[in-house]
Nanobody, 125 residues
Framework: VQLQASGGGLVQAGDSLRLSCVASGFTFNMYLLGWFRQAPGKEREFVAAISRRGGTTSYADSVKGRFIISRDNAKNTGYLQMNSLKPEDTAVYYC???????????????????WGQGTLVTVSS
């Protein structure tokens, strides 16, 4: 199983970025996909999750209304569209694959068994 996240960078407050997560080594459409982030000195926290076919999404309150998670199962790729970025969104962003095809507890870090390497997003004020 491999997950390759990309798309991070340095932007100004109010800008947008789209992160991508290319998956391989497993049947992509069988698993829920999540995004987490970790800011310096803080624990890794849930950002968003999307069900196997993309019909159900969930978000952390801190990003609700600004971020949009999506996936293209034909391309084995997940996305995180980040709009109206704030300095507090600065973090390393990780995509992750749920451990089980049932996809329970999508907001829990322990539900995910495979992680990408992370991509750094820096938002300047």
């Amino acid at each position: 199983v491999q997950l390759q996240a990309s798309g991070g960078g340095l932007v100004q407050a109010g800008d947008s970025l789209r992160l991508s997560c290319v998956a391989s080594g497993f049947t992509f459409n069988m698993y829920l996909l999540g995004w987490f982030r970790q800011a310096p000195g803080k624990e890794r926290e849930f950002v968003a999750a999307i069900s196997r076919r993309g019909g159900t999404t969930s978000y952390a309150d801190s990003v609700k209304g600004r971020f949009i998670i999506s996936r293209d199962n034909a391309k084995n790729t997940g996305y995180l569209q980040m709009n109206s970025l704030k300095p507090e969104d600065t973090a390393v962003y990780y995509c992750a694959r749920h451990q089980w095809t049932t996809g329970q507890a999508p907001g829990e870090r322990t539900s995910y068994g495979y992680w990408g390497q992370g991509t750094l997003v820096t938002v300047s004020s």
